[in-house]
Structure formats: structure tokens, C-alpha cells
T-cell receptor
Framework: AQSVAQPEDQVNVAEGNPLTVKCTYS??????LFWYVQYPNRGLQFLLKYITGDNLVKGSYGFEAEFNKSQTSFHLKKPSALVSDSALYFC????????????FGSGTRLQVQP | DTGVSQDPRHKITKRGQNVTFRCDPISEHNRLYWYRQTLGQGPEFLTYFQNEAQLEKSRLLSDRFSAERPKGSFSTLEIQRTEQGDSAMYLC???????????????FGPGTRLTVL
């Protein structure tokens, strides 16, 4: 079975400060990991993914994520937060065996204060 | 790339009525997914097509739910005898289907918000 945990319902950070949104996963086989962002009244937008290779992956809008196999984590990071980054962030996983659909975490609301 | 589109964007219905939603995927994508999202939760998988073949269904997809993708392009999701618990956002996504393509990102539509009174 696949599962994703996002332990923080909300993360608050001041504009200009670095941000981290945490994600841990459980999956059979090797993981394919994704981050999506959801703005109010809009669909989910793809940010970045890890398939294989370099553990640090870079994505849209200056976001990056670090894959850690031993800790089964895939935390989302950004060196300097913007107010416009305030949104709902979802981590998702697919294993390379079995089902072909994403399993999502429950989401973390990021609030960036000016 | 015109994106994934869904119709309608909002649907209000009375308990016991049938509803049907439509999804038009990105044209070159042969995989299509349906998810359901309730307030405060992440999307939950419902079903998945590769071309016109429905390859996987979640246990969430009760016998009141049926999905089709008759020509491998657009898809419909029908809910019969709706219940208040069916109220949710129904999301459609599409992706390229290649060998080992589980790593291809899924692109999501704006969703159809269903309210069952």
C-alpha cells in the first residue's frame, strides 16, 4: 500500500525567510515523488518531481525538494519565501510497482506573512 | 497545450438524482484519471484509463459510480442516486503513457464541485 504523511497542517513563515514543507512516504518498490500546489478556486498545479538521480530536484517558481531514501522523506524547500507562495501544498507518491495513480498527503497550508 | 478541461464547474443536485461530469484531457495524453477531493483533504483516486481501457478502480468507486472513455479521448463520470456524502470536488487529470510512465506528471483540470442537497 502507498501512503503519504504531511505532518504539518499549516506552516507560517515571514517573507524573505526560507521555508520547508515536510513530507514522508511509504511505498512498495522505488518511489516516484511529486509536489503539487493548489491556489483557491484553481486546480492542482505540478511543481516538481523526483524519479531517479540527483536527490535535490528543482522545480517551478524557485521551489526545490530533497529526496532522502533512508528517511523516506521528500521535503519541499524554497530559499526565500514570497507572499504569493501562500497556498495549499500536496505531496504525492507512486511506487514503480503496482498502481499507477497518485496517493496524496492531506496537504499543508503555507502562509507567508509580509 | 490547452490544459485539462472539466464541465460543469459546479453542480447542485438533490439527493437521489443522477449527475454526469465530463473531462477533456490534454490531447496527446493517453492516460486519464479521476480523483475526489473533500474539504481539508488531499485528492483520493477513483479510477484510471489508458486509452479507452479502464485499468484500475478504487474501492471508493461504489456501484453507483461509473466512468467511461469511449474513444480514448474525453471521459465521463456518472453518479447515480446521489447521496449527500457524494458532495466533493471531482478532479480529472491526464498524463503521457509511456513504458515506465508512472513517473510522468499528471496535469489536473479545475474540477467539478458537486453539492448534493
Amino acid at each position: 500500500a502507498q501512503s503519504v504523511a504531511q505532518p504539518e497542517d499549516q506552516v507560517n513563515v515571514a517573507e524573505g525567510n526560507p521555508l520547508t514543507v515536510k513530507c514522508t512516504y511509504s511505498v512498495s518498490g522505488n518511489p516516484y515523488l511529486f509536489w503539487y500546489v493548489q491556489y483557491p478556486n484553481r486546480g492542482l498545479q505540478f511543481l516538481l518531481k523526483y524519479i531517479t538521480g540527483d536527490n535535490l530536484v528543482k522545480g517551478s517558481y524557485g521551489f526545490e525538494a530533497e529526496f532522502n531514501k533512508s528517511q523516506t522523506s521528500f521535503h519541499l524547500k524554497k530559499p526565500s519565501a514570497l507572499v504569493s507562495d501562500s497556498a495549499l501544498y500536496f505531496c504525492a507518491v507512486i511506487g514503480d510497482t503496482g498502481r499507477r495513480a497518485l496517493t496524496f498527503g492531506s496537504g499543508t497550508r503555507l502562509q507567508v506573512q509580509p | 497545450d490547452t490544459g485539462v478541461s472539466q464541465d460543469p464547474r459546479h453542480k447542485i443536485t438533490k439527493r437521489g438524482q443522477n449527475v454526469t461530469f465530463r473531462c477533456d484531457p490534454i490531447s496527446e495524453h493517453n492516460r486519464l484519471y479521476w480523483y475526489r477531493q473533500t474539504l481539508g483533504q488531499g485528492p483520493e483516486f477513483l479510477t484510471y484509463f489508458q486509452n479507452e481501457a479502464q485499468l484500475e478502480k478504487s474501492r471508493l468507486l461504489s456501484d453507483r459510480f461509473s466512468a467511461e472513455r469511449p474513444k480514448g479521448s474525453f471521459s465521463t463520470l456518472e453518479i447515480q442516486r446521489t447521496e449527500q456524502g457524494d458532495s466533493a470536488m471531482y478532479l480529472c487529470a491526464s498524463s503521457r503513457g509511456t513504458s515506465g510512465g508512472a513517473g510522468n506528471e499528471q496535469f489536473f483540470g479545475p474540477g467539478t464541485r458537486l453539492t448534493v442537497l
